[in-house]
């Protein structure tokens, strides 16, 4: 549970400095479009709160998953794919939200950057 809570968090903080510091990274509302499951989204922090709970959700369930199924391609990198991993995650999130804008490769680097090194340190409190 505390490492859910962990990916949860790492998440939503993530997601809003790489939306404060990176070029290329957009949270937005869209007015009269934004809503998650029926629920109408007004804010920007509802909206960083469901994009960040949405990308620890994806890292807590299907991260061990994706991480056993590449486990060759992990070996032959030393360890390098599961930074690509972490990738396609926040790329599907992307994906998954309007809201959230990443334009190219580049900043999507640095948003699983900045999710990741979050991640880490609060996984070391």
Do not use: C, H
């Amino acid at each position: 549970m505390k490492k859910l809570v962990i990916q949860i968090v790492a998440g939503i903080v993530g997601i809003y400095l790489a939306e404060k510091f990176v070029p290329g990274v957009s949270l937005e509302i869209i007015p009269g479009q934004s809503s998650f499951w029926g629920i109408t989204l007004t804010a920007f922090w509802q909206i960083l709160i469901f994009v960040g709970a949405v990308l620890g959700l994806l890292n807590f369930l299907l991260k061990p998953l994706l991480r056993i199924i590449t486990f060759p391609l992990r070996v032959l990198t030393l360890g390098l794919f599961g930074f690509v991993l972490n990738m396609f995650l926040v790329w599907l999130v992307d994906i998954l939200f309007l809201e959230l804008e990443i334009q190219g490769l580049i900043p999507l680097f640095w948003t699983t950057l900045i999710v990741w090194l979050i991640s880490i340190i609060l996984g070391l409190m």
